[in-house]
């Protein structure tokens, strides 16, 4: 569904990516993991056509992602960014109708209140419904964003460290809503810092060092302690609990009591 | 501002409560501009009261309803001096402040206006320097089209200058604002300074703002350039709601946003110029009127635009009636009246931004 080929973006002279192959296809969740500044947000923002590479080609359904005009690019693939802004003082529900913009005057137009509806409720945001968005928390935003993101109703979804500012039970709630529209037949990209929550619920890990891919595979086949303490520079334990695989940072004193 | 969350049970009832409150403006709005059309038609020096300035317009349109002005010279007043100052105070308010709107929209700022951000001086400079340069090409015309290129491109350098990375920030934006102001007042200074005598009374006219003397066939090319401005502006409404999300979300909920940037900011300088080219510099009331429409029915530009629109019309219309009876015998400038007001106004929305932003971001 989507797929960036050789993709390298250069800032200046600072190299973000070098030559990055990447590929999702529907029914899949791929994870993007690194350290900081590995590259993983400049990547999102290729493959969302955001930034153009310098080399290499995004491809979205099998046609370039430049043959798109914003309006058919936004019918085909969402994108749930880091950060919420919102210049006016709009209501959570106008919000979340906003993610119907690309169906504007298309037959799908019809159905815009039970999308809105059930992504309201999926997003768990129904008791914020009528709440000023600015005036909310960052969670309550960005779980209000992700409602958005649902709104669109995508074949391609992209999420920028959906989780960052959630506590665990939301963090939960909303990689399993990503985890059901992939089992539906999404296509699903996903930044993550959480380790565990990628070996969770994705079906593809990709880890980033440097602008580059460092291991591509299932979580079983990346995740092992070798790898991740190189490319983190910091010694990790994996370990597996009730069948789940959980990365764990060695400390030293074992913690601070 | 929103009360804070009921239950689920009361949604529904609230949803109704914000139509009733949206139905409400428009009723509210297109009333008092009514009532201020009929009492500002009426007052000067020739009394006609409301109810035969409407008997007036009801004969004028075949509708024999309502007396007749019963004053002997009360017809040739209203209709040759009364009628038009109304209709261009009508437009040209319209026209301010759906601009101020679309410029809040696009800089996704509510501070953002044509008069502080020295639009509507960039405006008045091309205009003025028309008329002491005695260019004439499109006769009526040439005076509006000169406000408009000025205007488009004092709001391209504001845009140019005062955006960063996708958004504006406040300081940048007013800082922006006092250096085009400072820039078009040497270019009017120098302008006045080469004028000959009438030409410079015309400038200081500009400079004042001023509805004296309007005549029909400036109505004519206001009302042009204003629903010309006004149409496009609704027409964007929709995707101006989705550049609030900032540019690059807006993109990604398809819109186009270059595009709808460049649209925005030709709808912006019509839209000024349709207001500078016979009304002068009329500061504020694109700050004030979208502002105070906000509160009421929410940022959504589809109702905005066109509540913003009324609310220029009524608050021009009122403001022009009080500049001509404030004081007997003496029509004040109205952009002098306007300043006085929105000048205060302008002060609390930036420290009401500065609280509510946590800062000068």
Sequence with gaps: ?257 | MTAVVAGQGSLRDRLVGRLATKVGLFTVLGGLLVVVVLLGAGQGAVEVPASEVFGSVMHKLGLGIGPLPTHPRGEDALWNVRFPRVALAVLAGAALATAGAVMQGVFGNPLAEPGVVGVSSGAAVAAASVIVFDIDIAGNWTIAIAAFIGGLVTTFLVYLLSREAGRTEVVTLVLTGIALNAMTSAGLAFLLFLADTQAREEIVFWQLGSLNGARWQQVVVVAVFAAVGITASVVMARQLDLLALGDRAARHVGVDVERLRVKAIVAVAILTAAAVAFCGIIAFVGLVVPHLVRLVIGPGHRLLIPASALGGAVLLVAADLWARTAIVNADLPIGMLTSLVGGPFFFWLIRRARRTAGGWA
């Design chain 1, 1 to 257: 569904m989507l797929a960036g080929r050789g993709l390298s973006l250069r800032i200046g002279t600072a190299s973000i990516l070098t030559d990055v192959d990447v590929e999702v296809r529907s029914g899949e969740v791929l994870a993007l993991v690194g350290p900081n500044g590995a590259g993983k947000s400049s990547l999102l923002g290729v493959l969302a056509g955001d930034q153009r590479p310098d080399t290499g080609e995004v491809s979205l359904c099998g046609e370039p992602l430049t043959a798109f005009s914003a309006q058919e690019a936004a019918q085909e693939r969402g994108v749930l960014m880091q950060k919420q802004t919102l210049s006016f003082g709009f209501v959570v529900r106008d919000v979340v109708m906003m993610g119907r913009a690309p169906w504007h005057r298309s037959e799908r137009a019809e159905l815009d209140d039970a999308i809105v509806d059930a992504a309201i409720k999926r997003a768990d945001v129904g008791h914020l419904v009528a709440r000023n968005f600015p005036t909310l928390s960052g969670g309550e935003q960005g779980r209000t964003a992700f409602a958005r993101l649902l709104a669109q109703d995508t074949p391609v979804l992209m999420l920028d460290e959906p989780t960052a500012a959630l506590d665990i039970h939301h963090q939960e709630q909303v990689l399993s809503v990503v985890r059901e529209a992939a089992d539906a037949g999404a296509a699903v990209v996903v930044v993550l810092h959480d380790l565990s929550l990628a070996a969770a619920y994705a079906d593809q890990i990709c880890v980033l060092a440097r602008g580059a891919v460092r291991a591509l595979g299932t979580p079983d086949e990346v995740f092992t302690e070798e790898l991740l303490s190189e490319v983190y520079d910091h010694p990790v334990h994996v370990l597996r609990h009730d069948g789940q695989l959980v990365v764990v940072p060695v400390r030293r004193s074992g913690g601070t009591r």
